[in-house]
C-alpha cells in the first residue's frame, strides 16, 4: 500500500482502521519507514530511525487486535519523538555531541504513555543542540530542511519533528517548547503545533533546559488529532514535581463546542511587529471568529514585548545550571584530562556547540555576584509585569490571538552570524512561556513566496478548552494549501508542491 | 548603559562555566555576548521597585511522599552508560594531589 493511502485522515482514521482490523499497524509502520529513508538525504528530520523495534510493536498492536483486545486510542499511528525525550536503549543525543552514544537506562512518561496507547515510535526527530535555537541550525548532526522549500529552515528548536509530520512521513511527533519551539517551526512548516499549560504534561524523562518553561507538546496536521494526542499524554506523574493533579478535560467535545459567545482579544502589540503576511492572517483569522459568532476586541498589551529580554535571561541562567551536569562522569562523551576540572572542562569545550556555549556564558554571567541583581532578579520582576498583564487581559477575553513568528521560514544560513537576530524569531511565543500558558498555532494561510503562515492562539493556565475551540473555527477557514503534508523538492522559489 | 563584555570577561565566566575558549572563540564571543546583553538591558529601564520576583509560572509546594523503599533504576544499566566504571561506581580522575 502506498504511504498516501495508509496515512489517508491523519492519525486517528489510521487508528479507527488499524482497530477495526480494517488496516495493519505493520502496513502502516512499513509506509512510514519507506518514506523516512527516502526523505533522510534531502531533509535530515531524524538523528535515530528505530525501524526494528517500530516493527516488533507494530506486529504487538496487530496481535492485540487479533485476540480482541484493545490496542489504544493511538493504535497504529506512526510517532516520531523529538531526541531530547529519553528512550529506553534508544541513543538519545539532544543533537550534541556530547551525549553521543548515549543510551538512557528508561523511558520519559511521555514515551510511556504513547506506546501503552498503541502509537508506534519510528525514532528520534532532530533538534538545535539541547532546544537551543530557532531553526535547527545549531544541531550538531547538521540541519533540518523545511520541505516547503529545502533552502530554507523548518525553524526551531524542534525542526525535525514538525518537518517530519509536514512532509507527510509521519501523521503525530512530539516536541518540547521553551520559548516557542513547538509553535515556531509549527508554523514555519504548515503543521498544527500545541503548547499545553505548564504541568500538565509530565516532564520525566524530558532533557532539561530551562525547568521553569519546558513543556511536552504534540505536532499534527490537523487540531483533532493534536487534542487526542495530548489527551494521551497529560494527567499527573509522581515522577514530575511540577506535574498538575488537576483533572484533564475532554478535549475532543471541546474542539466540537464552537465559537459562539467566546471572548477574543487580538493582540495589536505584536501586529504592527510582524511582517504582512504574518499579520495580515491575524486580522482575516479575527475576522473569520467574528463570523462565527465569537465577540472579537483589540487588546492592548504592550508589556509582552519585554518578555523576549526576560526570556534571554531567564533560560539562559537556568540552563547554565542544568547544563552543569555534562561533567563527562555520568553520561555521554569525556575527553581525559590530569584532574578531573581539566577534564570536566575539556569534555564540556568539546562536547558542547556554539549556541550552547553562548547560552551557559550568558547563564553564568547574570547569575554571578555583582550582575545577580541587575540581570536575573530585575528579569524575575518582569516575568510577574507580564504574569499580571496577561491576567488583566483575561479579565474580559477567554482566548488571545497573535502571530506564530514575524516571519515565514527564512533561508537556511540567514541568521547564524547573529545570534540576536534569530532569537527576536520568538518574540510571540516567549510570553506563554514565561506565564506558565497553553497555546497553540493553527496553520491559517500562505504568505510571501507561497509559504505556510501560523495564527497564534493564547490561553490562560488550564485554558486548554477555550483554545481549542477557537483553533477549531479557524482550522475550519484556513486557505486551502496553508497546512501539509509537501512533497519536497529540490530548487525553485517555492519547492514544495502540494500532493 | 553597561560596557560591553571584554575578552577577559569571556575568559573569567568561561572559566567559572568549566569551558575551554580560543582567541578566536574569545573575541566571537564577546561580540555576540556584549549585543545581546545590550538588548536585555532594555529590561533595566522599567520601575519595578513594587513588583516582586516570579521564578516559577504557578506556585510550588514541596512534594513529599512516604519513606518507603521503591524500585529504582538497575545500577548496572546507568553504569553502562557512563565513559568509566569500576567496582559499581563511577570513575573519575584523581581529585586530590598526593599526600606531601
Request: hydrophobic fraction near 45%; proline fraction near 7%.
Amino acid at each position: 500500500m502506498s504511504e498516501t493511502e495508509a496515512f489517508a485522515g491523519g492519525a486517528l482514521a489510521i487508528a479507527a482502521r488499524v482497530r477495526s482490523g480494517e488496516l495493519s499497524a505493520r502496513v502502516v509502520t512499513e509506509a512510514a519507514l519507506e518514506e523516512i529513508a527516502a526523505s533522510e538525504p534531502l531533509l535530515h528530520c531524524f538523528n535515530t530511525i528505530t525501524a526494528e523495534r517500530a516493527l516488533a510493536a507494530a506486529d504487538a498492536v496487530d496481535a492485540k487486535v487479533l485476540a480482541g483486545e484493545d490496542p489504544g486510542p493511538l493504535a497504529g499511528v506512526p510517532v516520531a519523538l523529538k531526541d531530547n525525550l529519553c528512550t529506553r536503549g534508544v541513543p538519545t543525543t539532544c543533537s550534541s555531541r556530547i551525549l553521543e552514544g548515549w543510551r538512557p537506562p528508561y523511558d520519559a512518561t511521555v514515551v510511556a504513555r504513547l506506546s501503552a496507547a498503541g502509537a508506534v515510535s519510528v525514532g528520534k526527530t532532530n533538534l538545535d543542540e539541547f532546544a537551543m535555537g530557532s531553526s535547527t541550525e545549531t544541531s550538531a548532526t547538521g540541519p533540518t530542511r523545511n520541505p516547503w522549500d529545502p533552502a530554507r529552515v523548518p525553524g526551531g528548536s524542534s525542526g525535525g519533528s514538525a518537518a517530519a509530520v509536514a512532509a507527510g512521513l509521519v501523521p503525530l511527533a512530539l516536541g518540547s517548547d521553551t520559548g516557542g519551539s513547538i509553535r515556531q517551526p509549527a508554523a514555519l512548516c504548515g503543521v498544527v503545533g500545541l503548547k499545553p499549560t505548564y504541568g500538565l504534561v509530565s516532564r520525566y524523562g524530558l532533557v532539561a533546559f530551562a525547568s521553569s518553561l519546558d513543556q511536552i507538546g504534540p505536532f499534527a496536521l490537523t487540531l483533532a488529532d493534536a487534542a487526542a494526542t495530548l489527551q494521551v499524554i497529560a494527567g499527573h506523574d509522581e515522577r514530575d514535581s511540577t506535574s498538575l493533579a488537576h483533572p484533564v478535560a475532554d478535549l475532543a467535545t471541546e474542539l466540537r463546542r464552537g465559537v459562539e459567545g467566546l471572548r477574543v482579544g487580538v493582540v495589536a502589540d505584536f501586529l504592527s511587529e510582524a511582517s504582512g503576511s504574518c499579520a495580515a492572517a491575524v486580522r482575516q483569522a479575527a475576522d473569520a471568529l467574528a463570523d462565527a459568532g465569537a465577540l472579537v476586541k483589540e487588546v492592548a498589551i504592550p508589556e509582552l514585548l519585554h518578555g523576549l529580554s526576560a526570556y534571554y535571561l531567564i533560560a539562559p541562567a537556568e540552563a547554565s545550571s542544568n547544563l552543569a551536569r555534562y561533567d563527562g562522569v555520568r553520561y555521554g562523551l569525556r575527553v581525559d584530562g590530569d584532574d578531573v576540572q581539566e577534564m570536566n572542562a575539556r569534555t564540556r569545550s568539546a562536547g558542547f556547540g556554539d549556541e550552547v556555549k553562548r547560552r551557559i556564558m550568558l547563564g553564568t554571567y547574570v547569575l554571578s555576584a555583582g550582575y545577580y541583581d541587575a540581570y536575573y532578579a530585575q528579569a524575575q520582576r518582569v516575568r510577574t509585569v507580564i504574569l499580571r498583564s496577561f491576567a488583566r487581559a483575561y479579565e474580559d477575553c477567554d482566548v488571545l490571538l497573535a502571530p506564530t513568528t514575524p516571519s515565514v521560514a527564512f533561508p537556511i544560513g540567514a541568521k547564524t552570524a547573529d545570534p540576536l537576530e534569530m532569537y527576536l524569531s520568538d518574540l510571540f511565543t516567549i510570553p506563554t512561556n514565561l506565564a506558565g500558558h497553553p497555546a497553540l498555532s493553527v496553520p491559517f494561510a500562505l504568505g510571501e513566496e507561497g509559504l505556510p503562515v501560523g495564527v497564534q492562539v493564547l490561553a490562560p493556565a488550564l485554558g486548554e478548552g477555550p483554545m481549542l475551540r477557537a483553533g477549531a473555527a479557524l482550522e475550519a477557514v484556513a486557505a486551502p494549501g496553508a497546512r501539509g503534508p509537501v512533497r519536497p523538492q529540490l530548487g525553485g522559489p517555492l519547492a514544495g508542491v502540494a500532493r | 548603559m553597561n560596557e560591553p563584555l571584554s575578552k577577559d570577561a569571556v575568559a573569567h565566566i568561561a572559566r567559572l562555566a568549566r569551558l575551554e575558549l580560543g582567541e578566536a572563540e574569545l573575541s566571537r564571543f564577546a561580540g555576540q555576548l556584549s549585543a545581546v546583553l545590550e538588548h536585555v538591558e532594555a529590561i533595566q529601564r522599567l520601575d519595578t521597585a513594587e513588583v516582586p520576583p516570579t521564578s516559577h509560572p504557578f506556585e510550588l509546594v514541596n512534594v513529599l511522599r512516604d519513606d518507603e523503599r521503591s524500585a529504582c533504576l538497575p545500577r548496572e544499566a546507568v553504569l553502562a552508560a557512563a565513559p568509566a566504571a569500576q567496582d559499581g561506581r563511577f570513575r573519575v580522575p584523581r581529585i586530590l594531589g598526593e599526600a606531601p
